[in-house]
């Protein structure tokens, strides 16, 4: 091995709460445990198959980026990322330790491959991205390894469609196999899933649609990132858009390389669905490339 590889990607929801209830020392009560039981296995996973980098795809919640500029994709190309204040401090855990090289490396070659990113050199990192870590590897004194924040909007409209995204993961995994180290490079897509915070509609939870966005990520990724986003919106609620971001992680797994003839689709190591944490479904998938 010579250059970078991505060896599995994983997928998980990034409910707020499910950062306070494990920093407040809840999850063990009996409505936490339902939802951190479906972390065990993965955390263990975690520990057996550890990667040299996570590059973690999120979305920031007006935290980093205000209404003022609104990057459609940015990723983090800073050495550190401190954790952002969302209102009432900053979650207790440890800062996050990023990869520069390997961050400017990807920017280059995505750049080069068509895709806008925004460069961000100074970027606090919100729940999005603390509360699937803390999922993954609990409440350690520093998080396993580097990892590069790659922000998406779905906050403010237009947000970037299934299509775009799948296309972007693709473009991540060429530039990740271009880069000349051996690092095992991990990719995740968090938030969603079904969930809706405002309106009439909140509350919004579609069992239906979250097991068979699951199904259809695993089995036809191509055919899932067809689902225009208004579809998202319709079934899953206003901030079930944050699923698109999971098809930049499928996109980066190798049966999704363009023109493969043969394609060996990835190996489904876990999967887990529950009902409710706040108020959100949570999803979760842990994918090793074939
Ligand atoms: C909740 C879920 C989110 O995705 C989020 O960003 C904020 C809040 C919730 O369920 O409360
Ligand atoms: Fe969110």
Redesign the pocket.
Known sequence: MTHARITASVYT?????IGAALDLGKQDEPYWRAVFAGYDFSQQWLRENPPDVILLVYND?ANAFSLELIPTFAIGTAAEFPIADEGWGPRPVPPVMGHPELAAHIAQSVIQDDFDLTIANKLPVD??LTVPLSLMCGQPQRWPCPVIPFAVNVVQYPVPSGRRCLALGQAIRRAVERYDEPLKVQIWGT?GMS?Q?QGPRAGLINRAFDNAFLDRLIADPAGLAQLPHIDYVREAGS?GI?LVMWLIARGAMSDAVPGKTHPVPPRVRHRFYHVP????AVGHLILEDA
């Open positions: 929801s990034h409910v707020p709460a919640h729940h999005g938030g969930h915070l901030e944050e944490a706040s108020n959100t």
